[in-house]
Every structure is written in C-alpha cells, then in structure tokens.
C-alpha cells in the first residue's frame, strides 16, 4: 500500500517505520522542509523517507494522521488538494472531536479512528525508544470508513497486536474518560500518574470519576462505574512512573489536548444537561494556566 504517515512524532515514527519493514511504500508529511527524513526506532537501522512529497500524497491509499488533536485541521488543511476521494483517512491521536471536523473537509473519504497504547518516546528528531508493547484499536467513524475492516490485517502485520472494533467511538469514550480523570490533575500538580493514587487526590478523583460517568450514562456508552474506576486506577498504577502526556506539556509550556479530553466531555455535558463542576474546574484550571504563558 502507499501509506503517508501526517506527523511522524513518536507514534507516527514507529508507524512509519513498522509499515515500512511490512514492504509498504511509506512516505511522510512533516513541518520540516527537508525533502527526505531519516528515523531509527530503537537499536535498528534509520530508514529514509520522502517528506512532504505532493505525489506521494496524491497516490496515497492511507493517510495516517498522528498529529495531536488541536494540530489536526492545521495539518491537514495544505494537504486537502491532493488528498483523493479514495484515500483512507485514519485519525490517531488522545481526545475526541476532531473527526466531526474532518468530516466537513473531505465528505466522501473512508474516515477511520485510532487509539493505541504502544508507547514511544522520541529521543531526538531521527530516533525514536519503542518504550512499551501495546493494543492498537481501529474502527470506522463514517460508512465508507467501517468497510475498511482489512486495514486490520495491514496493521496487525506491521506492528501487533491490533483489533478492529466496530464500536470504535466506545473504545475512544473509554480513553477519553481514563485521560479526563488523570491528565488535567498530574499537569495542574506537576506529578507522576502513580501519585493520584494518595489520599490527598482521593475525594476529587471519585467526584470527577462520578461526573464522568454520569455523562458516560448520558451518551449511552456500557461503561459501568465500577469499571471505569477500575480501568482508571489500573492505569494510575502500571503507569504509576510516567508523565501524563498533559503534564509534560505544561511542563513545557506547549498547548494542551484539554479542549480534546475534558472540553470534549463538558461539551456532552452541556448537550445533556448535566452540572459537571469538578471537571469544570480542571478545564479552567488548565485553561489560566496556558493563558499564563502569554502573560508573561
Ligand atoms: O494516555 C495517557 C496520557 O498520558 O495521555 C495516559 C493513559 C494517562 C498515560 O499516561
């Protein structure tokens, strides 16, 4: 297949890479100018792909978008002339509410969904640590999209283990509730996942767990309370070391996914009617703390 991989960070990296070694021709869309870009992905060879290369677009059959979410439509919008009906859209990334977007821009494309959880740490801008094995869930959003259900065995090839979900919006719900729950809190305290899991954050993590899953219930999604709080203090304690990815960004001072994660939810919420005050606060919290950097 011709793949073009939108976004070659960490995960785009080990994308383009596995697709790569499975005999696709693999080419990429960068903010860099240069015309070819070379990643290593662990101890392996680099490989050199074409970047930003208008052909290679053109006669794309897959193009995966693995920018984060508030990057999307930026990303995507040069790329739209070239894009033809046929290619496969796929999106990849934390968060919700960018296919509602994409969806307007490329009406009669296959429009696809991803959430894996491999993780990947790039190093530097040519190497990327494949630091974690993991799941890779893949699902249509549009018609066109759900009859693409062979991408499954593409996928799997390149880099396991993959699953195609035909409920792929549950499976991005379930995401989306874990990262409400755990990543405006590590970024607002600057804290490892694992500390969540103290006495301190216990009341507030429960009355945000509570409000979530009023408007998981709200949105019909088959999610108990008690699974969802399981789900989320599993993933607090096998990622108890790791830096939400929002905590990282503060860190840094880069724009967050909160508009994706927790906007997204009090959205719904607000479609539902429901008073969710506690994930309110974090949106606020999050919100003043990158208006911060402008002010400074
Ligand atoms: O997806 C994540 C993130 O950091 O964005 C979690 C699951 C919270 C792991 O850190």
Excluded at 98 to 111: K, S
Aim: glycine share 4%; hydrophobic share 40%; with cysteine.
């Amino acid at each position: 297949m011709n793949i073009v991989i939108l976004g070659p960070g960490a995960v785009g990296s080990l994308w383009a890479n596995a697709f790569l070694h499975a005999g696709h021709s693999v080419s990429l869309c960068s903010r860099q100018s240069a015309k070819q870009l070379s990643i290593q992905v662990d101890q392996y060879n680099a490989a050199l792909f074409a970047n930003n290369d208008k052909q290679s677009i053109q006669d794309a059959d897959l193009l995966l978008v693995t920018v984060k979410a508030p990057h999307v439509i930026t990303a995507l919008t040069p790329l739209l002339p070239q894009i033809s009906p046929d290619c496969m859209i796929m999106l990849m990334h934390n968060g919700m509410g960018t296919a509602e977007d994409v969806i307007e821009f490329l009406p009669n494309n296959p429009l696809l969904l991803a959430t894996t959880t491999h993780g990947a740490y790039r190093e530097s801008s040519q190497r990327v640590l494949h630091t974690g094995l993991g799941t890779t869930q893949l699902g249509g959003y549009n018609d066109k999209g759900k009859q693409c259900a062979f991408l499954e065995e593409v996928f799997q090839h390149a880099l396991p283990e993959v699953k195609w979900n035909h409920d792929i919006l549950h499976a991005l719900w379930h995401k989306l509730a874990i990262n409400c729950a755990i990543n405006p809190l590590t970024a607002i305290h600057q804290v490892t996942n694992g500390t969540l899991a103290q006495e301190e954050f216990s009341l507030l993590l429960s009355r945000v767990i509570d409000e979530v899953s009023q408007i998981l219930t709200a949105e019909e999604i088959r999610l108990s309370k008690k699974q969802l709080e399981d789900s989320i203090f599993k993933v607090i304690e096998l990622t108890a070391k790791n830096h939400s990815s929002m905590q990282q960004d503060v860190f840094h001072r880069r724009a967050t996914e909160i508009d994706f994660i927790t906007g997204y939810l009090l959205h719904k919420a607000k479609h539902h009617n429901i008073a969710a005050t506690e994930n309110t606060a974090l949106y606020q919290q999050i919100k003043q703390i990158e208006q911060s950097w402008n002010h400074e």
